[in-house]
């Protein structure tokens, strides 16, 4: 075994050995061989134990991807990526990072299908999602239903999403089994929140994204209905009469902490 490498070297050498069989040159130089099995071997079943591990945490992390492309679509799709974005984090949980860039840079460029637009979109919404998931912070009593509008404030882990595709309807659909068509082009939005350590996501009409956004910067409620009247030309009546029904949707929802 050649011990002249440093350790960084030899952790940087085996990192792509263990992703690019083309970068283990050197094998019988650095990794000892046995009686039975030759150094690249060796190296040979740990690779394909190794690959096939972050083929797995990739389909779990992109349950819903996976799904949309099928299985061969999408190991080979997660092959490329590991190949060119080795693992880099202590943690599986960052694997997929840079996959919906990885999507985006390898998508056809001499086509008119959109359907790689909604892959792409679907496969950010799966990793913030688990993001959302694996988040640390506060988990508090959600607002009771008495609660004046203007002592409402969101809870702590609260996102908001909008889309070109029905993408979080797809998700929910995909990871209860239910076998989803691939979608048209429909904008969407939603809300996600955690309680309990499960997440939940919320359906949102645009008045009420644009609405929650604005209690997302900050604002009570009276300034962001006071924004959706003066700058989104909602017509006051309309949205005092249909306030109460947005405001027991959201109260049942868990968006307003205690």
Same mark, same amino acid.
């Given at each position: 075994m050649n011990n002249s490498l440093t350790f960084e070297q030899l952790q940087d050498w085996m990192q792509m050995a263990l992703v690019r069989r083309d970068a283990a040159t050197g094998a019988t130089d650095i990794v000892n061989g046995s009686s039975r099995l030759s150094a690249e071997q060796h190296l040979g079943i740990y690779r394909r134990s190794y690959i096939a591990r972050l083929r797995e945490c990739m389909k779990n992390q992109f349950s819903a991807l996976?799904?949309?492309?099928?299985?061969?679509?999408f190991r080979m799709?997660?092959?490329? +990526? /590991?190949? !060119?974005?080795?693992?880099? &984090?202590?943690? =599986?949980?960052?694997?997929?990072?840079? %996959?919906?860039?990885?999507?985006e840079a390898t998508r056809p460029q001499d086509t008119r299908e959109t359907w790689?637009?909604?892959?792409i979109e679907l496969a950010q919404f799966?990793?913030?999602?688990?993001?959302?998931?694996?988040?640390?912070?506060?988990?508090?009593?959600?607002?009771?239903?008495?609660?004046?509008?203007?002592?409402?404030?969101?809870?702590?882990?609260?996102?908001?999403?909008?889309?070109?595709?029905?993408v979080w309807r797809? +998700? /929910?659909? !995909?990871?209860?089994?239910? &076998?989803?068509? =691939?979608?048209?082009?429909?904008?969407? %939005?939603c809300a996600v929140t955690r309680r309990n350590y499960r997440l939940g996501l919320t359906e949102l009409k645009e008045g009420q994204y644009l609405f929650l956004e604005r209690m997302a910067a900050g604002?009570?409620?009276?300034?962001?209905?006071?924004?959706?009247?003066?700058?989104?030309?909602f017509e006051k009546e309309r949205l005092e009469r249909v306030w109460p029904e947005w405001r027991v949707g959201f109260l049942t929802a868990g968006f307003f902490r205690a």
């Open positions: 996976n799904y949309a492309l099928g299985d061969d679509l799709f997660a092959d490329e +990526y /590991l190949g !060119a974005h080795p693992s880099e &984090n202590y943690t =599986l949980g960052e694997l997929g990072r840079k %996959f919906p860039d990885f999507l790689p637009d909604f892959m799966e990793f913030e999602l688990s993001g959302i998931f694996d988040m640390h912070a506060e988990e508090i009593e959600t607002a009771p239903a008495d609660t004046p509008d203007d002592d409402l404030r969101l809870v702590p882990i609260f996102y908001l999403f909008k889309h070109r595709y029905p797809f +998700y /929910l659909e !995909a990871t209860k089994k239910k &076998n989803p068509e =691939l979608p048209f082009e429909q904008e969407s %939005f604002e009570r409620v009276s300034q962001a209905k006071k924004y959706l009247i003066e700058q989104r030309g």
